[in-house]
């Protein structure tokens, strides 16, 4: 049974920072790119962040460069997301996505459940 769990959320200060961690069960994590992805109230979910499977290729939406660092532990089935210098606009529920292309027409894609990032004095 495929799983991602999320957790590290929570509620921090203005130009605090956070760590989530992404725990994947149930398919070989090492063999697919992982992302970071966050939903605002009222908003379309948005990326914020992908790490593809040996780590070589990160992309992050321009709004997160330079205050959020996405990484992975191939041992641990775990990816990261630390965030610095937040803020209130970077509040909103994050999402761990598991995504591997199979073949020209399939691609494989996993999502967690998500966990709550408040910025708020």
């Known amino acids: 049974q495929v799983q991602l769990v999320e957790s590290g959320g929570g509620l921090v200060q203005p130009g605090g920072s956070l760590r989530l961690s992404c725990a994947a069960s149930?398919?070989?994590?090492?063999?697919?790119?992982m992302g970071w992805y966050r939903q605002a109230p009222g908003k379309e979910r948005e990326l914020v962040a992908t790490i593809t499977s040996t780590g070589g290729n990160i992309n992050y939406a321009d709004s997160m460069k330079g205050r959020f660092t996405i990484s992975r532990d191939n041992a641990k089935n775990t990816v990261y997301l630390q965030m610095n210098s937040l803020k209130p606009e970077d509040t909103a529920v994050y999402y761990c996505?598991?995504?591997?292309?199979?073949?020209?027409?399939?691609?494989?894609?996993?999502w967690g459940q998500g966990t709550q990032v408040t910025v708020s004095s």
């Open positions: 149930g398919f070989t994590f090492s063999s697919y790119t």
């Open positions: 996505k598991a995504s591997r292309t199979l073949s020209v027409f399939t691609t494989a894609a996993y």
